[in-house]
């Protein structure tokens, strides 16, 4: 999603295409799980940090 600005969907039917779609990303769309990755990131090196530190 970090580096995606459009995503196609694909509707297949016995491996045939149905329909097929394409929709585009803003900034503002990505920019929740931009957060969440880098959220994510600094908790689990604390975490890891914490972990290295009682051993």
């Excluded at 491996?15 to 994510?40: A, C, H, T, V, Y």
């Amino acid at each position: 999603m970090f580096d995606k600005s459009v995503i196609q969907l694909k509707v297949l039917k016995e491996n045939n295409l149905i329909q097929e779609r394409s929709i585009k990303l803003s900034f503002k769309d990505r920019l929740p799980w931009i957060i969440l990755g880098i959220i994510s990131g600094i908790i689990s090196y604390q975490l890891l940090n914490l972990i290295v530190k009682v051993i």
